[in-house]
C-alpha cells in the first residue's frame, strides 16, 4: 500500500453520481497537500481536472468537482457520461521536494 | 497553445544512459516550474522529478536520486531529464508536466525508455 490511498476500481451507472476519495497514511488530507486529480484515459496522456483541492480548468467539465470530505480529499462526479470512464489518480503535495500520486481509481460507467 | 513535447526515449542497455527533452510552447517557460512523472506501461504514475523557474535546487523523489538529474535551458525553452545507470525496472513513459499553484497544469504526450538487454 502507497501512501496516498485510492479505491482500486468504482462503477457509476449513466447519469449516476460517484465519488472517488484520496487518503494519506500519514494522518488528514487537508488543503495544505494541495490535493489535485488526474484523469487518463487509456492510449492518452494525462489530463489534471482539479488542482488545489477545488479548482477547475478551463478544460474541465462542470459535472466534475473537488473537495474534501472527512479526513480525505474527494473527486465527485456529477452526471456521469460514458466518455468519463478512465483511471483517476490523486496527487499530494508533501511539499515542493516531495510528490505522491495514489495508485490510481479505475471507473467503470456502467 | 501550450505543447509539452517530449523527445529521447527508445532502447537502451541496463547500465546505460539516455537524456530526454520536453520541448515547451504557448507559455512563458521562464515562468513556470517543470516536473517529470513516469509511468510503468499498464501501472500508475510516479512523480520523478522537479525544477523550479529560477533553477534553484532540484527535486528528486527517493527511487531516481542519484541516477536520475534534471535540469533546465531557459533560452531553448527545453526541460531535460539525464537518466544514468538505468535497470529494466525503469522501463517506463516519460512525461513532463508544467507545474501552476501546486497543480500539473500540462502534460506532454509522453517518451518510451525501454530498459532491455
Known amino acids: 500500500q502507497g501512501v496516498v490511498t485510492q479505491e482500486p476500481s468504482v462503477t457509476v451507472s449513466p447519469g449516476g453520481t460517484v465519488i472517488l476519495t484520496c487518503g494519506s497514511i500519514?494522518?488528514?488530507?487537508?488543503?495544505?497537500?494541495?490535493p489535485c486529480w488526474v484523469q487518463q484515459k487509456p492510449g492518452q496522456a494525462p489530463k489534471t481536472l482539479i488542482y488545489d483541492t477545488n479548482n477547475r480548468y478551463s478544460w474541465t467539465p462542470a459535472r466534475f468537482s473537488g473537495s474534501l470530505l472527512g479526513d480525505k480529499a474527494a473527486l465527485t462526479l456529477s452526471g456521469a457520461q460514458p466518455e468519463d470512464e478512465a483511471e483517476y489518480f490523486c496527487l499530494l503535495s508533501y511539499g515542493t521536494e516531495r510528490r505522491i500520486f495514489g495508485g490510481g481509481t479505475k471507473l467503470t460507467v456502467l | 497553445q501550450v505543447q509539452l513535447v517530449e523527445s529521447g526515449g527508445g532502447v537502451v542497455q541496463p547500465g546505460g544512459s539516455l537524456r530526454l527533452s520536453c520541448a515547451a510552447s504557448g507559455f512563458t517557460f521562464t515562468d513556470s516550474g517543470m516536473h517529470w512523472v513516469r509511468q510503468i506501461p499498464g501501472k500508475g504514475l510516479e512523480w520523478l522529478a522537479f525544477?523550479?523557474?529560477?533553477?534553484?535546487?532540484?527535486y528528486y523523489a527517493d527511487s531516481v536520486r542519484g541516477r536520475f538529474t534534471i535540469s533546465r535551458d531557459n533560452s531553448r525553452n527545453t526541460l531535460y531529464l539525464q537518466l544514468d545507470s538505468l535497470r529494466p525496472e525503469d522501463t517506463a513513459i516519460f512525461y513532463c508536466?508544467?507545474?501552476?499553484?501546486?497543480?500539473?497544469?500540462?502534460w506532454g504526450q509522453g517518451t518510451l525508455v525501454t530498459v532491455s538487454s
Open positions: 500519514t494522518g488528514a488530507v487537508t488543503s495544505g497537500l494541495f
Open positions: 508536466a508544467r507545474d501552476r499553484k501546486w497543480g500539473f497544469e500540462n
Open positions: 525544477m523550479t523557474s529560477a533553477r534553484k535546487s532540484p
